[in-house]
């Protein structure tokens, strides 16, 4: 242990008044020399009735021996005596006490004896006293000066050269201030005349460096009492000094680990607790001190590993903390963060086996020990005098979270089992925040799996937006809530924008979320305008919460939410938007002029109005910005949310500027301090589809209608250079119009669009949508739509202003993986009856190729309930 006080010589504390021991001085017959007011206080007898007289007036020791001279010769040749003893009052009584002899050297090889005689029934509770007494009660070295009044060394023990370093030649005849200069003699000697100024006895304590190892620290505990003679006058000082160092460590390591409950811990970053853990170590009780977590603390992520037997494949471990009294902490060949191998052998395979610290006090690196196994740490063992080790398991029950290693290289003073304690008391501790740190861990890389899954990774806005985003969770820490935005494909080149906001905040309003935007994406893949979609959403709601009671610990239903949703088709460069209680969009022209469009505010999604929602319909200018947004970017508690708005349209005044620099700047606008609710921001800049990518025609109602459909498709997909995708292309246009003109009355409309696929749109007035179902062996209708089906990647139908449209879309660069005609002769012949039906060939013809190919699998067709026929249903 090293002292963080002053490294320059003697530091020295205030006095501690005490409750004196009784003191006396004895020539080497057993004569009384010198007295002191604590003896005249614990045996009656004054200075003047004392001094000059046998020591066996007070200790009937002297007495049991056949002269006082046998008892002087007993103590020189045990270098002194201690024990307890009973002594005798002067009113005649007997006192049990606790009696130690001391052998003092002087001049010339002359011996004198100190006598130090404690009552043990009134032992002080003072602590730095107490070490004192405690000394004096035990057979503790205690190093002992006499001082004559001019404060030169007039007797001494052997002890005291351990305490200071001087030897008892050179303190001899000498003052503390010849024989150890420095500021702390001086402090030293000022103590001494104001013992033999007052005669009141007192305690110092002096921290001083030997010169043997002025790297350690030694702590003195001193007592000063004044020596009288039998007229009462001083004789001189006498100081009992005890090493208190060990006790002084013990008292420190207390403070140290008062001080960890305080520092270890204060966040919840297991790689800051870990330098914590590191920096408390060293230098308190090791040279250099490294904390190595497993790796699934840090990240939260894999499964924890449990202390038992050992397998082949050894935990990984990660440097989390390290610290050195070295600059730059050269002991560690791994930097903080970098993975950390455990060596396959003693000592670490019997911590991973048992849990068990392990101390090395002397470390041992001849051939064949573990050292001489591990290249690596062998090589900075010997570069940097490593000599003593422990290692110490960082665990949480039977879960290990890491390893502690505490070195000492500069200290050559070993690690002993005190040190192991202290070492192990301050790793639990830390493991108690470590282990609540993983849990947080583990608990935030779920919440934050969560959110991934449940938030787009990558907006895809196809041919009709360029789109960015932002996100900021109302706690930062949890990283998780209610919020959530998406580009959703949609048929005919167009995108669905979404923008929700749920009640709450946290895991609960995370999992809301998810509900809601999955209900949401099921809904758009039907194709819904936004009234209609957010009014099927709000009867979602209603319907999830319906029946779920709010128990205790239980993650409670959706419990309100705004949503704005909006549609834009970049072949009209129109924007259908309705809003369920959100504030509106931001909507930037090319020039920046901002608007924000008149929307019907409408109710919140699932408080149980059951209100309609009103929708309303813009033509945007190919470049225009759409910023879609929740109330936590433009409102806060000092600021309402029309000067929130002002700051949003500010900050997108030139909309040319890159989509990520808008957020940045967007996000900015929100003040300082954090968010009282989550801020979520999609931006979208529109883009338009060339009329030359879109060819529309209005056909008949009637038989005609298919042979020009197929007609003017092949021409537009050869003008195209889409020549590959005639014959499929022929196929699904064929089917469509078949169907339009057998179930409706009206006029037929016919669209193709390319763009990141072939889109074939059918137009028609019957308001009733086709479906696929299962056609029998022998019938000679009902597989037309699943021809569609298998020439296309996906198809479905959507509602329009007076009827529907049926689409299907191709991929532009098409796999043409099928099998032979001859290896699938059903498949064949019912392609060719279904291509009879719609008029493609007359009967008898041979099978076109392209009808072969319908045999190849397609994914992503909607709204299929299994191979079958085709009908309309009526």
């Given at each position: 242990m090293r002292s963080t006080d002053k490294a320059t010589a003697d530091s020295q504390t205030e006095p501690h008044p005490i409750a004196d021991s009784a003191i006396a001085m004895l020539d080497e017959q057993g004569t009384v020399l010198g007295w002191t007011q604590a003896a005249e206080r614990l045996v009656g007898y004054p200075a003047r009735e004392a001094v000059g007289r046998s020591a066996a007036l007070v200790l009937p020791s002297f007495e049991e021996t056949p002269t006082t001279s046998a008892f002087v010769e007993r103590c020189r040749a045990r270098q002194g005596w201690s024990g307890t003893t009973a002594i005798r009052h002067r009113d005649g009584r007997s006192l049990t006490v606790s009696l130690r002899i001391s052998m003092l050297w002087g001049q010339d090889s002359t011996v004198r004896w100190l006598v130090s005689v404690t009552d043990i029934r009134e032992l002080s509770q003072e602590v730095t006293n107490g070490s004192v007494r405690e000394s004096l009660l035990t057979r503790a070295p205690i190093g002992i000066v006499v001082r004559d009044p001019q404060l030169r060394c007039t007797w001494v023990n052997d002890t005291m050269a351990s305490h200071d370093g001087v030897s008892r030649d050179q303190r001899l005849g000498r003052r503390s201030t010849d024989a150890l200069p420095g500021v702390g003699s001086e402090a030293f000697e000022a103590v001494l005349r104001r013992t033999l100024r007052t005669g009141v006895s007192s305690v110092h304590e002096f921290r001083r460096r030997l010169p043997s190892n002025p790297r350690r620290e030694h702590v003195l505990a001193a007592s000063f009492f004044c020596l009288q003679d039998a007229e009462g006058r001083a004789l001189g000082v006498c100081a009992i000094s005890v090493d208190v160092t060990e006790s002084r460590r013990a008292q420190e390591r207390l403070a140290i680990l008062s001080e960890a409950s305080t520092r270890l811990g204060s966040t919840r970053d297991v790689m800051r607790t870990s330098q914590e853990?590191?920096?408390?170590?060293?230098?308190?009780?090791?040279?250099?001190?490294?904390?190595?977590?497993?790796?699934?603390?840090?990240?939260?992520?894999?499964?924890?590993?449990?202390?038992?037997?050992?397998?082949?494949?050894?935990?990984?471990?990660?440097?989390?903390?390290?610290?050195?009294?070295?600059?730059?902490?050269?002991?560690?060949?791994?930097?903080?963060?970098?993975?950390?191998?455990?060596?396959?052998?003693?000592?670490?395979?019997?911590?991973?086996?048992?849990?068990?610290?392990?101390?090395?006090?002397?470390?041992?690196?001849?051939?064949?020990?573990?050292?001489?196994?591990?290249?690596?740490?062998?090589?900075?063992?010997?570069?940097?005098?490593?000599?003593?080790?422990?290692?110490?398991?960082?665990?949480?029950?039977?879960?290990?979270?890491?390893?502690?290693?505490?070195?000492?290289?500069?200290?050559?003073?070993?690690?002993?089992?005190?040190?192991?304690?202290?070492?192990?008391?301050?790793?639990?501790?830390?493991?108690?925040?470590?282990?609540?740190?993983?849990?947080?861990?583990?608990?935030?890389?779920?919440?934050?799996?969560?959110?991934?899954?449940?938030?787009?990774?990558?907006?895809?806005?196809?041919?009709?937006?360029?789109?960015?985003?932002?996100?900021?969770?109302?706690?930062?820490?949890?990283?998780?809530?209610?919020?959530?935005?998406?580009?959703?494909?949609?048929?005919?080149?167009?995108?669905?924008?979404?923008?929700?906001?749920?009640?709450?905040?946290?895991?609960?309003?995370?999992?809301?979320?998810?509900?809601?935007?999955?209900?949401?994406?099921?809904?758009?893949?039907?194709?819904?305008?936004?009234?209609?979609?957010?009014?099927?959403?709000?009867?979602?709601?209603?319907?999830?919460?319906?029946?779920?009671?709010?128990?205790?610990?239980?993650?409670?239903?959706?419990?309100?939410?705004?949503?704005?949703?909006?549609?834009?088709?970049?072949?009209?460069?129109?924007?259908?938007?309705?809003?369920?209680?959100?504030?509106?969009?931001?909507?930037?022209?090319?020039?920046?002029?901002?608007?924000?469009?008149?929307?019907?505010?409408?109710?919140?999604?699932?408080?149980?109005?059951?209100?309609?929602?009103?929708?309303?319909?813009?033509?945007?200018?190919?470049?225009?910005?759409?910023?879609?947004?929740?109330?936590?970017?433009?409102?806060?508690?000092?600021?309402?949310?029309?000067?929130?708005?002002?700051?949003?349209?500010?900050?997108?005044?030139?909309?040319?500027?890159?989509?990520?620099?808008?957020?940045?700047?967007?996000?900015?606008?929100?003040?300082?301090?954090?968010?009282?609710?989550?801020?979520?921001?999609?931006?979208?800049?529109?883009l338009s589809l060339s009329p030359s990518k879109v060819a529309s025609w209005t056909l008949p109602s009637d038989r005609t209608a298919v042979r020009s459909a197929r007609h003017l498709a092949a021409g537009q997909l050869a003008e195209w250079g889409l020549d590959g995708l005639e014959d499929d292309t022929e196929l699904i246009v064929s089917e469509l119009v078949t169907n339009a003109v057998r179930h409706s009355t009206g006029p037929i409309g016919l669209r193709l669009i390319q763009h990141q696929v072939l889109t074939c749109e059918v137009f028609d007035t019957n308001d009733c949508f086709p479906h696929q179902h299962h056609a029998h062996a022998g019938e000679e209708n009902g597989r037309g739509l699943f021809l569609v089906d298998r020439l296309s990647r996906r198809w479905d139908s959507r509602p329009v202003s007076g009827g529907k449209v049926v689409w299907a879309e191709q991929d532009l660069a098409p796999s043409h993986a099928a099998g032979p005609a001859a290896g699938c002769p059903h498949r064949r012949s019912g392609i060719a009856r279904d291509a009879t039906r719609i008029g493609l060939r007359k009967p008898g013809d041979p099978v076109p190729p392209g009808m072969c190919r319908s045999a190849r699998s397609h994914s992503g067709h909607g709204r299929s309930s299994g191979a079958g026929s085709a009908s309309v249903g009526a």
């Open positions: 853990l590191a920096d408390l170590a060293v230098p308190l009780f090791a040279d250099f001190a490294v904390v190595d977590l497993e790796h699934s603390v840090p990240t939260g992520e894999g499964p924890p590993v449990h202390i038992g037997p050992v397998g082949e494949r050894l935990p990984v471990f990660r440097r989390a903390g390290m610290a050195s009294i070295r600059q730059g902490v050269p002991e560690s060949p791994w930097d903080r963060g970098e993975p950390v191998p455990a060596p396959p052998a003693a000592p670490f395979t019997e911590i991973l086996r048992t849990g068990r610290s392990h101390l090395e006090s002397v470390l041992d690196t001849s051939p064949g020990t573990w050292v001489d196994r591990d290249p690596v740490r062998a090589r900075v063992i010997h570069e940097n005098g490593m000599h003593s080790l422990m290692l110490v398991p960082i665990r949480a029950q039977r879960i290990l979270l890491g390893v502690a290693l505490f070195v000492r290289t500069e200290d050559p003073v070993p690690f002993q089992e005190d040190d192991l304690l202290l070492a192990e008391e301050l790793v639990s501790r830390a493991a108690l925040s470590l282990d609540n740190a993983r849990m947080y861990a583990r608990e935030h890389a779920a919440a934050l799996a969560l959110q991934r899954n449940l938030l787009p990774q990558r907006l895809r806005g196809g041919t009709a937006v360029e789109a960015a985003s932002r996100y900021l969770p109302a706690d930062p820490d949890i990283g998780v809530g209610g919020d959530w935005f998406d580009v959703i494909p949609l048929s005919g080149a167009r995108v669905g924008l979404v923008v929700g906001d749920v009640v709450g905040h946290g895991i609960n309003a995370t999992a809301a979320m998810g509900r809601l935007r999955t209900a949401v994406h099921m809904l758009a893949e039907l194709e819904l305008p936004p009234d209609e979609l957010l009014a099927r959403l709000d009867g979602t709601i209603e319907r999830l919460c319906e029946g779920i009671p709010d128990l205790p610990g239980q993650m409670t239903a959706v419990t309100g939410a705004t949503c704005l949703y909006a549609v834009y088709d970049p072949v009209t460069r129109k924007c259908t938007m309705a809003g369920a209680g959100h504030p509106p969009p931001a909507i930037v022209d090319p020039q920046g002029r901002v608007t924000f469009p008149d929307l019907p505010t409408g109710t919140p999604l699932g408080v149980g109005l059951g209100t309609s929602f009103e929708a309303v319909e813009l033509e945007l200018p190919e470049g225009s910005l759409l910023a879609l947004y929740t109330d936590g970017l433009v409102e806060t508690r000092d600021h309402d949310i029309d000067a929130g708005m002002d700051r949003l349209g500010a900050a997108l005044t030139e909309p040319g500027s890159p989509l990520e620099d808008l957020c940045t700047r967007a996000m900015d606008t929100v003040p300082g301090q954090a968010p009282s609710d989550d801020v979520t921001l999609l931006l979208v800049r529109t």
